[in-house]
């Protein structure tokens, strides 16, 4: 009996160095533009009857983003909305910190963030159609637990993706 589990103690500590090992070591490189070599990545839009800049002005306040959409818990933006800046959030149990590489008013939002085993590039546009506000959106997903699990992660950012989109065309038009 003492043998099975020093055996199980060895092996689980073996995956938490191998763990460890990949968090510490990974490397990702942040950029403007998604990551098309990424294992997960997804397109999507949504028409929105309001202008981009009110369109704008909601993705922007990130600190209520949890008021309008229930995918995220305690966002917290860490200066002025502005390229550079750092915010952290919660989504699909996953605690992300995101630094924005794009903030260009009524035009495009865009940020990379890494969270436990994974790295995304996420971007917005907002493009004024005939008194509407087309949204664009796109992301990519890497690193070593995306990779492992890269069916569940696609289905996800997919689905949570529409959702996000759903929710704020509900608050633009409201």
Do not use: C
């Not at 942040?30 to 997804?42: H, L």
């Not at 309001?50 to 933006?77: E, F, G």
């Not at 390229?83 to 959030?89: A, H, N, Q, V």
């Not at 493009?127 to 696609?154: A, P």
Request: hydrophobic share 40%.
């Amino acid at each position: 009996m003492k043998k099975f589990i020093y055996s199980a103690l060895s092996i689980i500590g073996l995956i938490i160095l191998i763990v460890a090992g990949l968090e510490m070591f990974s490397s990702y490189t942040a950029s403007e533009s998604i990551n098309q070599n990424a294992p997960v990545k997804t397109y999507q839009q949504i028409t929105i009857h309001a202008t981009p800049q009110k369109v704008y002005q909601i993705m922007s306040d990130i600190n209520h983003w949890a008021q309008w959409h229930s995918d995220v818990s305690d966002p917290r933006l860490n200066g002025p909305f502005e390229k550079g800046s750092s915010f952290d959030w919660k989504s699909g149990g996953l605690t992300i910190h995101s630094t924005l590489h794009t903030a260009i008013p009524g035009q495009r939002i865009g940020w990379s963030g890494k969270a436990f085993g994974a790295f995304a590039i996420h971007n917005w546009s907002f493009i004024e159609e005939n008194g509407y506000t087309t949204v664009k959106v796109e992301e990519s997903m890497e690193g070593w637990l995306v990779n492992i699990m890269r069916g569940k992660f696609q289905k996800g950012l997919e689905m949570s993706l529409q959702v996000w989109l759903k929710n704020l065309k509900a608050k633009a038009e409201q």
